[in-house]
């Protein structure tokens, strides 16, 4: 007795209204009035089952990542990244968190002009305040930002002026 033994999976929605889904043997993209704009057939597996296991994301930069069967395709899509929605791809982000991000500040480096940059990690559409300090007892305002896209880069372009300078973010 045969059966399928495709695993669902989720759409990704992109900048542009565009859905992409991966199902059986090939990765879809849709319009938003969902007419199919392409499609990438991949083929079966030694045993004549789909390849589809995992739900298609979207890069910031607007690359399309789908994995079928052994081989991980990247896909330039022409777009600027993810839907700007609270949910645009298979558990909420391309981290797969499936949470509401936990703010922080990851990455921490000097840049050449002696500034810092960092990237900032939290809820899509919320407002993070990021602020500095000298001595970790008094702070100051750094930026108020809307969360756009994860991760966002964080330049502080004062920081050059300062021995040490540290950082935290607050969410509003």
């Not at 789908?66 to 645009?88: F, M, R, V």
């Amino acid at each position: 007795m045969a059966f399928d033994r495709s695993v669902p999976t989720a759409a990704a929605i992109d900048a542009g209204g565009s859905i992409y889904y991966c199902v059986s043997n090939s990765v879809f993209a849709l319009s938003p009035t969902g007419e199919v704009q392409w499609s990438i057939f991949a083929g079966f597996d030694a045993l004549g089952q789909p390849l589809a296991r995992t739900s298609p994301v979207i890069a910031p930069g607007g690359v399309l990542y789908a994995a079928l069967g052994t081989k991980l395709y990247a896909i330039a899509t022409g777009t600027n990244g993810p839907a700007n929605s609270p949910w645009p791809m298979y558990q909420q982000n391309a981290r797969h968190t499936g949470k509401i991000e936990k703010p922080s500040l990851q990455q921490p480096k000097r840049r050449a002009d002696a500034n810092f940059e960092f990237q900032l990690y939290a809820q899509i559409d919320g407002t993070q305040t990021v602020q500095t300090s000298t001595d970790l007892v008094t702070w100051s305002l750094l930026t108020n930002v809307v969360v756009t896209n994860v991760p966002l880069d964080v330049v502080d372009l004062c920081a050059s002026n300062f021995p040490t300078r540290f950082y935290r973010t607050l969410s509003q």
